[in-house]
């Protein structure tokens, strides 16, 4: 993985398709619905959700923010 920047931006790409899937199925547009979120009104499903993928924004703050994560992903 060292030197290598394709692990993280794999991660941004997943997370990406994971919160898009998320979001759709939870409003009814696709199915099967398997993560889906309950709520009221879309405003209420998509907050819902939001705060479900905080934890993985911190991952990508962590991954692209500090000098040396992009120092270890840095080709040498």
Known sequence: MRGNNRG???YVVTQVIVLAYMLMASVGWIYPEIFSIPGETNAEIIHHT??????????????FVPASSRAFFRAR
Do not use: E
Request: proline share 6%; hydrophobic share 65%.
């Open 8 to 10: 993280r931006w794999g």
């Open 50 to 63: 939001l705060l479900q993928k905080v934890p993985d924004v911190l991952v990508l703050l962590l991954l």
